[in-house]
């Protein structure tokens, strides 16, 4: 890891003010162009690097599989080239859609910014770290915002949001199954 990537994960995120929280039912905010089509399942993850994203990502990668029929897109605030490399030393999902967000713009459209400092370095978090790093989750190069929330919405085939996953805190991760039962015929 380099220091000066380290100490730039913990500026805060200078994005777009956020949208209020997404509710079930509300209808699917754009992404890329146009609301995604359901049923799919939309994951924004905390920074690249993060041990939490890389445990969002493992469980991405069981599910995804288990649920080919769902569109799984993957939401990240670093870069392309980045979360690419990151990816490949964590183990890419296949039939994941990428989606590169540095601007934040599209967290924002989806309710997503950035949170207070308790977030990522509450107790409850730190032991969560420590029990990532067990589970072989490390915290490697980061890129992006550590103050910057992550997220999982499912979407149906109507458009609009069948399951919203919120997390309290960093260690909060989705529930991907869930997601996936929520928009499954």
Known sequence: MRLLDELRSLARPSGPSPAPHLRVGDPAPVLRDEPPAGPAVVVFLRHVGCPFAELTVQQLRRVTEEQP??????????????????????GRPRGIELLSDPS??????WGLGADSVRHFLRPRTLLGALAAWRDGARNRDPEGSRWQQAGAFAIDEGGRLAWVHHPRSAEDLPDLRAAAAAVRS
């Open 104 to 109: 934040l713009a599209t967290h924002a459209r």
């Open 69 to 90: 029929s769902i569109a799984w897109w993957l939401v990240s605030m670093g870069s392309i080239a980045a979360t690419e490399a990151w990816l490949a030393e964590v």
